[in-house]
Structures are given as C-alpha cells and as structure tokens.
C-alpha cells in the first residue's frame, strides 16, 4: 500500500486521494526537511518514518479548515522525528 492510502486511512479522510494530494505532498516534504536522510526509498521503507508522515497528515487533516497556526506539533510527532534523526529511526528490514 502506497504511504498516501496509510496516511488517508490513518486519517479516515473521506476525500479522493486527488484531493488530498496538496495536502500529503506538504507533510512528506515539512518531515523530509525535518530529518538528515533525503532518499525517498529508505524513508518510504522506515516505519518510523512513515509513522510520522501519517501522524502530521493526520493532524493537519484535522486542522485544515480551523484557523490554528501550525507552529507547534504535537508532542508524539517530535519524538518520532528526534528519533529519525538520531538515527535509530527503524531498519528497513524490520517487520511492519
């Protein structure tokens, strides 16, 4: 299953995937920018990784039609990004 339909489903976001596109587009880039590891393949195959993607997907999902500034993440987020930066952000090969 592609990381969109992870992250839509982790969401329980109702739109089409053309619709939220924009939307996940921004999360992968805003914890791509977050972390030090910039290939696509190993971050799509870390499941701590992925874990975030669809936390902040999530989140921003949820807070798309409220007027809250997005300057503070929630406090499970920033511990899976510390972690991927740290770098014991999950081997690929593990199971998940």
Do not use: C
């Not at 007027?67 to 740290?86: C, T």
Request: aromatic share 10%.
């Amino acid at each position: 299953m592609e990381l969109i339909d992870d992250a839509m489903q982790y969401a329980h976001a109702e739109e089409s995937k053309d619709q939220v596109q924009p939307l996940f587009d921004a999360v992968y880039a805003y914890i791509t920018n977050a972390i030090e590891e910039k290939d696509p393949e190993k971050n799509d195959n870390n499941p701590i990784f992925r874990l975030a993607v669809k936390m902040l997907f999530a989140q921003w999902y949820d807070d798309r039609s409220q007027e809250k500034g997005l300057s503070k993440l929630a406090f499970g987020l920033r511990a899976v990004i510390d972690q991927i930066q740290n770098g014991s952000g999950g081997d690929e090969n593990a199971g998940g």
